[in-house]
């Protein structure tokens, strides 16, 4: 039948719409497939390759435009068309935004598993009907309230790992949510807040396939019920890292495990037999920092624990019950624990991580440290040697006998359990589980999984016997210790030499004697004027008297510890003891630093700038740089007691400690402050002598009896010098990270150079200057002695005050007339008279 040309015009345009919708599909399916580097989301087609899928969400179903990795570039992802072939839709017909989405990929480093990833605000259950068969399930940044114990049952058959991570309002997991899920590998819970508590029988029927538990950064109060995982496979990991466990319980942890990891937690006890019947190679509980108790038994009836970590705790001390087969013990950064078990107690004990130096000396040294354990253990041997030679000679009299190498072996087995084995064969028993070859994307790669070792030995490293007893010698347990001891951290003595000890009290008998006489002396004479030397000499004495108490204290712990100071080290570095020293050592080091200085300034203006009187000190100017310096020096000493710098950190209390940039600022501080004082006194002095005349410089020939000027110069600045140079040098180059000496060397420098001022500045500032002898016999006079050298002294002490008082008008009646011409006739003989009379400059 002939058709009408309307019919026709229809047709035409019911076909061009057709063919256009075509050709634009095509269009759009050219540049899916040929995008570079595109990746796609996958969907499995039974007996064939995986084909493009595309991401669901609440509105869209399965779009075609997904990124359905969430890890990948989105530059790279096509999700668009190109703006010349994508039509423009009307506005009243585009969806709202998804509030939530799932997306499915090949996993990247197992092309045969397929992971999808579901995420949105929104979802508050999880999704039952992705269709693809799903080996990895993630459920991320949702508002799942709580996981129905039916949430994952539709995926059971093919589901190996499942993760929910930032579910903030996840707080409820039901009973049985993991039951039979056959082949489940994996279960990965992270940043879940109120996750507070799990149910008893939230592991109950969970599959004997599952290998890693981990719960982390949750909220967690105590440890769930693992009563239910799996009695006979061993799980590579269960990790309850960074939750809010605030105890372990008795009989509350039971598994078998290669690696179970508590830190990050608020547990601050462990009680008895909490890990009873537990098998776990690697045991973590580091940085609980309220860990401060534990029960003596606390690890009790734990199996073939080898690795534990108690790094960053409160612990005081450590339990050693249940702990005979470990080979590797960190406690690091534990700077409370006091003691540590004996050696005898680890008998397989191969590395040691520890805090203190001193504590790794109770491994050297099992005698010392506990002698009733070693001779327990000495009892112990004879017993077995002579059990060993009994049977020896049995066997020698069964082989001569009947021509055969004799049976039975039972004096082994009545042997101490923490007397190890000498079984030279092959592992017997169970077999320690085949680790796998990698781990997957849920698991923490840093982390070093646990090995069980089904046999212990004493020393691995020891040559074992071949048949029977062999040849049945105690050996030192050798066990490879950290941080290792040193001269500042030494196990036996403090000083390290005998020289050394007896120098320290030489040095502590001439600077306490010689400070005490002279504040002794300047305190009781009130002279007739106030003196502005006899007031920093009060200071300069005090300070050097408590540089000599510091080093008396040092040499007291020494002698009371002589050959064993580590079983005294933790009470004195960490005792009050230590502080009181290194305060006293920092507080008097700087402030008889300041006071030489404002001294030698003194001195310097007094000689120097002799014609204008105006120039000089006076005692309240002094008395107030005097407040600065020992606010200056209290201020420095206190420090370390707040935590810049730490004064336990050695054996001699001295602050040492360069953890951070504070320390660091710190030390160089003071270093660079005794520098400046060193260069103030070396110029000023060198001034001074500059200033003399040659009469006064050559003066020991006219006064036989007493040092020339430029000699006692000479040895004050020496004695500056030969104390502060070598420990600024060796300091500044250590700090810098270039040390030019070892500990050894640096220790004498420390112990023997650094306090030699505090012995010489009495003698060489007071004692040896005729103004403190004239002030001792003064004293001595009143007290009935020495009265005819006292009026010899106060005779003579007129005459010099005669011809200062004319010297001193002199200058006032010229001055006027003619200073310039009179000048430096003047100065040398105002400064000559202070030199050779009252020798007042020192």
């Known amino acids: 039948m002939p058709r009408t040309v309307s019919q026709h015009s229809a047709l035409s345009d019911m076909k061009c719409p057709s063919i256009a919708f075509l050709f634009l599909l095509l269009l759009l399916l050219l540049a899916l497939l040929c995008g570079p580097h595109h990746a796609y989301a996958l969907e499995v087609v039974e007996g064939g390759p995986l084909r493009e899928s595309n991401c669901h969400d609440s509105h869209n179903g399965f779009d075609i435009y997904p990124n359905p990795n969430p890890n990948a570039n989105p530059s790279l992802m096509p999700a668009t068309l190109p703006p010349t072939l994508a039509p423009t839709p009307a506005p009243s017909s585009s969806p709202s935004p998804s509030p939530w989405k799932c997306c499915c990929w090949n996993a990247s480093n197992q092309s045969e598993e397929v992971e999808c990833r579901c995420e949105g605000a929104e979802l508050t259950r999880v999704p039952q009907t992705l269709k693809l068969p799903i080996q990895r399930l993630t459920i991320a940044s949702t508002g799942l309230p709580r996981l129905r114990s039916t949430g994952l049952k539709v995926y059971a058959p093919t589901l190996l790992d499942v993760a929910f991570t930032d579910c903030l309002q996840l707080e409820l997991i039901q009973d049985g949510a993991f039951s039979n899920l056959t082949l489940l590998r994996t279960i990965y819970i992270s940043n879940a807040p109120k996750l507070t508590f ?114 960053s705790t409160a612990l005081v001390g450590l339990p050693s019950a249940g702990l005979q087969t470990i080979e590797a013990l960190y406690i690091q950064n534990t700077h409370t624990l006091k003691t540590i078990p004996s050696i005898y107690n680890f008998r397989n004990l191969q590395r040691a991580y520890l805090t203190h130096s001193f504590h790794c000396c109770a491994f050297q040294f099992p005698s010392r440290h506990d002698p009733e354990r070693h001779a327990q253990r000495i009892r112990e041997i004879e017993k077995w040697r002579e059990l060993c030679n009994i049977e020896r000679l049995a066997r020698k009299s069964e082989r001569t006998t009947n021509d055969s190498s004799g049976e039975g072996r039972g004096w082994q087995e009545e042997m101490p359990e923490d007397f190890g084995t000498f079984d030279t064969d092959g592992l017997s028993g169970e077999a320690a589980p085949s680790l796998y070859a990698s781990f997957d994307y849920m698991a923490d790669t840093t982390i070093n999984l646990g090995q069980f070792h089904e046999q212990i030995t004493l020393n691995p490293d020891d040559e074992q016997s071949a048949e029977y007893c062999g040849n049945f010698t105690f ?92 079983n005294y080290a933790y009470d004195w570095q960490y005792g009050v003891g230590c502080k009181v020293a290194g305060f006293l050592t920092v507080f008097a080091s700087h402030l008889s630093v300041f006071t030489l200085t404002v001294i030698t300034i003194e001195r310097w203006l007094a000689i120097t700038q002799a014609m204008h009187l105006n120039h000089r000190i006076k005692l309240r100017p002094a008395a107030i740089i005097m407040l600065a310096g020992w606010i200056y020096s209290v201020l420095m000493s206190s420090l370390p007691l707040f935590g810049i710098s730490n004064y336990s950190s050695t054996s001699i209390c001295l602050p040492m ?39 006064t410089r050559h003066a020991r020939q006219k006064n036989p009896g007493e040092m020339s000027v430029a000699k006692k110069m000479a040895l004050l600045v020496f004695t500056n010098f030969a104390c502060w140079s070598p420990i600024a040098f060796f300091g500044l180059t250590a700090l810098g990270g270039y040390p030019l000496i070892n500990v050894t060397k640096s220790k004498i420098l420390l112990v023997f150079f650094y ?62 007339l003619n200073c310039k011409m009179q000048q430096p006739t003047l100065l040398g003989v105002e400064t000559q008279s202070m030199l050779k009379s009252s020798e007042d400059y020192v």
């Not at 390290?496 to 002396?521: D, E, F, K, P």
């Not at 007739?528 to 040092?554: I, N, Q, T, W």
Request: with cysteine.
């Open 198 to 311: 799990l149910s008893r029988d939230v592991f109950a029927g969970i599959s004997g396939t599952v290998e890693i538990i981990r719960i982390i950064n949750s909220g967690l109060t105590s440890v769930p019920d693992l009563s239910h995982l799996p009695p006979y496979n061993i799980l590579q990991m269960i990790d309850l890292d960074n939750n809010q466990i605030t105890r372990i319980d008795t009989k509350s942890i039971k598994v078998k495990t290669a690696q179970f990891i508590l830190a990050n937690n608020d547990i601050s006890y462990v009680d008895d037999s909490a890990f009873f019947g537990s098998k776990i190679a690697k045991l973590s509980l580091k940085d609980n920092r309220k860990l401060s108790e534990m029960h003596p038994n606390a690890f009790h009836g734990i199996i073939d624990i080898t690795e534990l970590d108690l790094s």
């Open 475 to 566: 050996r030192k347990p050798s066990v490879e210790c950290y941080p290792m001891p040193n001269a500042l951290n030494p196990c036996e003595d403090v000083m390290g030499y005998q020289w050394l000890r007896i120098s320290v009290w030489i040095v502590v008998a001439l600077a306490v004697v010689g400070n005490v006489a002279v504040l002794t002396v300047i305190l009781s004479i009130r002279p007739e004027s106030a003196s502005v030397p006899r007031f920093l000499m009060c200071h300069l004495a005090f300070a050097d008297l408590c540089l000599g108490l510091y080093l008396l204290l040092v040499a007291c712990i020494d002698a009371h510890s002589m050959g064993e100071f580590f």
């Open 657 to 695: 400690e360069n953890r951070d940039g504070y320390d660091t600022a710190y030390l160089i501080a003071i270093l660079g402050c005794n520098g400046v004082a060193f260069s103030i006194i070396a110029v000023c002095y060198a001034q001074i002598y500059l200033s003399l005349g040659r009469e």
């Open 755 to 816: 306090p030699l001022n505090s012995c010489a500045d009495p003698y060489l500032y007071a004692i040896l200057t005729s103004q403190y002898r004239q002030d001792l016999f003064t004293l001595l006079s009143k007290l009935g002695f020495c009265r005819q050298s006292a009026l010899k002294y106060k005779h003579s002490t007129s005459i010099q005050a005669t011809s200062r008082f004319t010297i001193h008008g002199s200058i006032q009646r010229h001055g006027s």
